[in-house]
């Protein structure tokens, strides 16, 4: 990545208030392991949006992602790991790769398309 792009997804907003609240927040959970219990009655598909998704996790859109892979198409890769994964993917209104080719790859399989509205349409 170039150094701006690195800063760009590295770094916060500001003074990383946010991030590093985030940060401290998870560090107050813990995951507590259940045992001796069958798993294989779980049911942890979603209804989001009049879409079955098979994971209760969704991925956030992420502005550069089509430039944090060095052939410049992190989206299409993101696309192919929502896939494999089955966690719904968000794309973002800042996408390098076209969403036609994001949809094309992305199947019948969940996702959405995160827009900024433009104040002007240039
Ligand atoms: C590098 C970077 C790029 C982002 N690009 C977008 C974007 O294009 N559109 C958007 O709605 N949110 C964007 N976000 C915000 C994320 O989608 C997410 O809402 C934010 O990171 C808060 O989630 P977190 O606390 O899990 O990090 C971006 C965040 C980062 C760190």
Redesign the pocket.
């Known amino acids: 990545m170039t150094p701006s792009v690195l800063n ?2 590295h770094g ?1 907003c500001s003074d990383d208030a ?2 590093n609240g ?1 940060g401290a927040a998870f560090s107050h959970s813990s995951i507590m392991p259940r045992m001796m219990v069958n798993y294989c009655k779980y049911e942890v598909s979603i209804e989001l949006f009049g879409l079955r998704s098979p994971s209760q996790l969704i991925t ?5 992602t089509g430039l944090c892979i060095q052939n410049g198409h992190g989206d299409l890769a993101a696309v192919r790991v929502s896939v494999l994964t089955q966690v719904a993917l968000v794309a ?3 996408s390098n790769d076209p969403l036609e080719t994001m949809a094309q790859t992305l199947g019948d399989k969940p996702g959405f398309f ?1 827009l ?1 509205t433009a104040r002007t349409r240039r």
């Open positions: 760009y997804a916060g946010t991030q985030n956030v859109p992420v502005g550069v973002s209104t800042l995160q900024y």
